[in-house]
């Protein structure tokens, strides 16, 4: 009977590492996720477009540093500027007055155009700290994220971005 508890716990043990092994390096698992994730942009004559990760990564990459006053570690941040995400499906933002971003749980905010339109303000990020955003169900923000460089304390921020607004 030992023998077969000990053989049981062999393949379980067996078991373990190779599924403990899945997760590829690199955050290529959070990778991904974020390539079937999409972003539904609704500009002002009712059109609504959808963005995914691929479309994302067409547009030029920016990475910067954020210094929130409200924590002790700054991090850096990998997207794209939303200005740039609007142009690159047509959105016209020039008669824009405010642009929303909403999130899967509900959390909304407004921004006025003059930010969005900022050359280097507001964007949509899909890393940090050269890793990818991971998902809510792991704790993360993503898969994407509107960030307002500038926000002191990022009450602005949108984490599970899912949809943008042009009004």
Same mark, same amino acid.
């Given at each position: 009977m030992?023998?077969? *508890? &000990?053989?049981? /716990?062999? =393949?379980?043990?067996l078991? %373990?590492a190779? #599924?403990?092994g899945?997760?590829?390096? !690199?955050?290529q698992?959070?990778?991904?996720?974020?390539?079937?994730?999409?972003?539904?942009?609704?500009?002002?004559?009712e059109?609504?477009?959808?963005?995914?990760?691929?479309?994302i990564?067409?547009?030029?990459?920016?990475?910067?540093?954020?210094?929130?006053?409200?924590?002790?570690d700054n991090?850096?941040?990998?997207?794209?500027?939303?200005?740039? *995400? &609007?142009?690159? /499906?047509? =959105?016209?933002?020039?008669? %824009?007055?405010? #642009?929303?971003?909403?999130?899967?749980? !509900?959390?909304?905010?407004?921004?006025?155009a003059g930010e969005?339109?900022?050359?280097?303000l507001?964007?949509?990020?899909?890393k940090?700290?050269?890793?990818?955003?991971?998902?809510?169900?792991?704790?993360?923000?993503?898969?994407?994220?509107?960030?307002v460089?500038?926000?002191e304390?990022?009450?602005?921020?949108?984490?599970?971005l899912?949809?943008i607004?042009?009004?």
């Amino acid at each position: 009977m030992n023998s077969r *508890l &000990l053989g049981a /716990i062999a =393949v379980l043990a067996l078991m %373990a590492a190779v #599924f403990s092994g899945c997760s590829l390096p !690199g955050g290529q698992d959070e990778l991904a996720y974020q390539r079937e994730a999409e972003v539904r942009i609704i500009s002002d004559d009712e059109r609504t477009e959808t963005v995914d990760f691929d479309a994302i990564l067409e547009l030029q990459e920016h990475s910067f540093t954020v210094d929130r006053s409200d924590r002790d570690d700054n991090n850096s941040y990998t997207g794209v500027l939303l200005k740039e *995400l &609007l142009a690159s /499906i047509g =959105v016209d933002v020039d008669d %824009a007055e405010q #642009f929303i971003g909403k999130a899967a749980d !509900g959390y909304t905010v407004a921004l006025p155009a003059g930010e969005v339109l900022d050359d280097d303000l507001v964007f949509i990020v899909y890393k940090i700290n050269d890793e990818p955003l991971s998902p809510a169900a792991e704790g993360g923000s993503g898969p994407y994220r509107l960030v307002v460089k500038d926000d002191e304390f990022g009450q602005r921020w949108v984490k599970h971005l899912e949809e943008i607004v042009v009004r």
